[in-house]
């Protein structure tokens, strides 16, 4: 395992700066993942991310990397699929059940 240098209540490695989070790199094999410890997590936090796995059939560790997975790994989509994708949906709709004064309508009920 690749020796961490603590600095200022972080872990260091080079460059890089990891806070309040634990984190072993083995130098033999660089593809190999690498392992966090998260700590003051709150506690709704905590309790939405419990209940996600359980939802999901997973583990936490696992809902916690689909998580991170979902927010810093996007997949991309063509902007011509999305656009397909909404037609699609649209034309899935009942006729005069959406129209444009009833969505702006929609979307200033409740504001002030």
């Given at each position: 395992m690749l020796i961490q240098r603590v600095v200022d209540g972080a872990i260091a490695f080079g460059m890089a700066i990891h806070q309040n989070a634990t984190v072993l790199v083995s130098p033999e094999n660089l593809e190999m993942p690498t392992s966090l410890t998260l700590k003051n997590i709150p506690d709704t936090l905590y309790e939405r991310l419990k209940a996600a796995?359980?939802?999901?059939?997973?583990?936490?560790?696992?809902?916690?990397?689909?998580?991170?997975?979902?927010?810093?790994?996007?997949?991309?989509?063509?902007?011509?699929?999305?656009?397909?994708?909404?037609?699609?949906?649209?034309?899935?709709?009942?006729?005069?059940?959406?129209?444009?004064?009833?969505?702006?309508?929609?979307?200033?009920?409740?504001?002030?």
């Open positions: 796995a359980e939802l999901h059939r997973r583990s936490l560790n696992s809902e916690a990397i689909v998580c991170l997975e979902t927010v810093l790994l996007p997949s991309r989509v063509a902007a011509g699929d999305r656009l397909a994708r909404a037609r699609a949906l649209r034309v899935g709709l009942p006729e005069g059940l959406f129209t444009a004064t009833g969505i702006d309508a929609a979307k200033r009920a409740g504001r002030p």
